[in-house]
């Protein structure tokens, strides 16, 4: 993913549109859209592709789903490309928890839902996870200490650089990567114990 250094252009750069945006100006969208589509398209697949191979959502739905939610979100000031971005992130995670959430319920005994963690988070043979499982996981971190969910999220599923989640939790880089290293050996931990 190309890096989401915050673009400081004219009144047609993404930050500016987003702003305009935030206060309500509905019309910038048809240059805004195209400026942010391909970054959300990109988002989308790699999220799909630690998804089970035959998942009924695909990445331009999921897209569409988190722009919606994301331009109808109540009172967001929007601070930069990257936080759009870090949003745009998180949705769609939740976008698919749901989605989980709603196959499981409807199937008698619910189905699991595989999702592929590569060796940046948890270095083992067996690299499939529960979606569900994740999710609880991260929600279990977020409760004792929030960033560190949060930059899970950002790195693992946004693609964010360490510098970018510096930037959008507004912590140092080195405090981030030291975030990142306890929270991984920890979710490693978590997902292990989940799975004997």
Same mark, same amino acid.
Request: aromatic content about 6%; proline content about 3%.
């Given at each position: 993913?190309?890096s989401l250094k915050p673009d400081l252009g ?5 930050? !500016? ?12 969208? !048809? ?166």
């Amino acid at each position: 993913m190309k890096s989401l250094k915050p673009d400081l252009g004219g009144e047609n750069s993404i930050t !500016a549109l987003l702003h305009e945006l935030s206060e309500g100006n509905r019309e910038v969208e !048809a240059d805004l859209i195209p400026q942010i589509y391909g970054e959300l398209r990109k988002l989308a697949a790699r999220y799909m592709r630690r998804e089970r191979k035959n998942h009924t959502l695909q990445p331009t739905a999921l897209v569409h789903e988190a722009y919606e939610r994301l331009v109808q979100l109540p009172h967001i000031s929007w601070q930069s490309r990257v936080h759009f971005y870090a949003t745009a992130s998180l949705l769609m995670r939740q976008i698919l928890v749901d989605h989980a959430r709603a196959r499981q319920a409807a199937k008698r005994g619910g189905i699991q839902h595989q999702v592929t963690l590569d060796d940046t988070v948890l270095p083992t043979t067996d690299q499939s996870v529960d979606i569900l499982a994740l999710h609880e996981a991260l929600e279990r971190l977020a409760k004792f200490d929030a960033r560190q969910s949060r930059i899970i999220e950002f790195h693992f599923f946004g693609g964010l650089t360490f510098e970018e989640i510096a930037l959008v939790l507004d912590v140092s880089e080195r405090t981030v990567k030291r975030d990142w290293s306890m929270a991984r050996a920890w979710l490693k931990g978590e997902l292990a114990s989940k799975q004997l």
